[in-house]
Each structure stands twice: as structure tokens, then as C-alpha cells.
């Protein structure tokens, strides 16, 4: 068993004593298929599939879930760059388990006391409902898949950032995707919308949201 898992597994078991339910996960596409209902995310930014920080970026764009980066890398670019990404604490290996469930009864503390995250994105005529999963433009309503709701919904969410295609993918679809299926959910949610601007496409990136004019 690599170094990596054998911390994990360490970790995980360690919390189980503390009485904490555990759910451990070992990709940031899996990380950002199962975030939804969890009380806090310690998340390590060397993963096999996605760099760390994008998952702790995916993870903040759709909620306010309290997450805790615990990692090797120490320097002081590393800790800002993951407070950038939307960290609330950021832990350098080698740590005290001691230490660790301070800051995270810490996190906690601080998060009950937070407004809740608003639910509900609007840009112009565009209206975007997370709660009730409603998209309406103009005052009409759009009927989305799940999916492309999944997909309008994440851009939306950060309406200035170029998402790359593979974070889009795996925050989307998980595991079951293809090329094809992401570029079709694109078109039609164009279609739907009325104008191919809602969506831009950056060539060798990914997409970013538009403002449909």
C-alpha cells in the first residue's frame, strides 16, 4: 500500500475512534461526486486524477461545506494558494491528530455561525434556482435535464473563470462520460437557452459562462 493510503486509512480509522462517520474517497472525482451530504471535507491536494486545489474550487463554487486542506506541501505559496481556492484551514503533514481535531471543531464553530450559502443565481434575464432546481429566462421556465442544470449551474457559479473540460467532467459526470456527451449537453443547453452565448466555448480549455448578448 502506497504512503498515501496508508495516511488515509490511518486517518479514517482514527476518526471512527473519535465517533466521527467517515466516508473516504481516493480521486477528486469522486470527491466531487460525493461532498453533498457531509458536515466537512479534509481534502489532500496530490490526488491520481485532479490537482487538489481544483477539487477544493469545485467544491466552493456549489456550496459552503467547511473544508480543511491536509497535504505534504508546506511552503507559504502553497498554504495561500489553497486558502485562495476556497480552503478554511490548511494543515501541513506531518501533523498531531490532536492538532488536527482542534482545527476541525474550529471550522466547524465558525461555519454554524456563517449565513447560508444563497442558493440562487441570477445574471440579467437568467434566473437560476438550486433549491427548486428551476431555470427560468425572462420569466419563462426552461426545462433542463438533470445534467445540463449540473452543467449551467457550475458555470454560472463562476461566471468570470475559464472551468477546464476534465474538472467539468468529473464534477458533472463522474466517471461516465465521453467527449461527445459533454459537447452534446453544451449544444443543447444552447439550444434551450437561445442563444449560443449562455455558453463559450475556450478552445484547449474548457467553457466559461456568457451573458447571452
Avoid at 493510503?5 to 479514517?12: F, G, Y
Avoid at 477544493?56 to 495561500?80: H, N
Avoid at 480552503?87 to 471543531?105: H, I, N, Q, S, T
Avoid at 467527449?179 to 467553457?207: A, C, I, M, P
Amino acid at each position: 500500500m502506497e504512503r498515501s493510503a496508508k495516511d488515509a486509512e490511518t486517518l479514517v480509522c482514527a476518526l471512527r475512534r473519535q465517533g466521527c462517520s467517515v466516508q473516504s474517497v481516493t480521486t477528486g472525482g469522486e470527491a466531487l461526486q460525493s461532498y453533498g451530504d457531509v458536515d466537512l471535507v479534509l481534502i489532500d491536494l496530490e490526488l491520481p486524477d485532479l490537482d487538489g486545489l481544483e477539487v477544493c474550487r469545485g467544491i466552493r463554487s456549489t456550496c459552503d461545506v467547511p473544508v480543511i486542506i491536509v497535504t505534504a506541501r508546506g511552503s507559504e505559496l502553497d498554504r495561500v494558494l489553497g486558502l485562495q481556492a476556497g480552503a478554511d484551514d490548511y494543515l501541513v503533514k506531518p501533523y498531531g491528530f490532536r492538532e488536527l481535531m482542534a482545527r476541525v471543531e474550529a471550522v466547524m464553530r465558525r461555519s454554524q455561525t456563517q449565513e447560508p450559502l444563497i442558493r440562487s443565481i441570477s445574471h440579467g434575464p437568467l434566473r437560476i434556482d438550486a433549491g427548486t432546481r428551476k431555470v427560468t429566462l425572462h420569466d419563462r421556465r426552461i426545462e433542463l435535464t438533470r445534467k445540463e442544470f449540473d452543467l449551467l449551474y457550475l458555470l454560472a457559479s463562476e461566471p468570470d473563470t475559464v472551468i477546464p473540460r476534465k474538472r467539468l467532467i468529473h464534477q458533472v459526470w463522474g466517471d461516465s462520460w465521453s467527449r461527445r456527451t459533454v459537447d452534446t449537453h453544451v449544444s443543447s443547453l444552447r439550444n434551450k437557452l437561445g442563444n449560443r452565448n449562455w455558453v463559450v466555448t475556450v478552445r484547449g480549455v474548457g467553457f466559461s459562462f456568457g451573458r447571452g448578448d
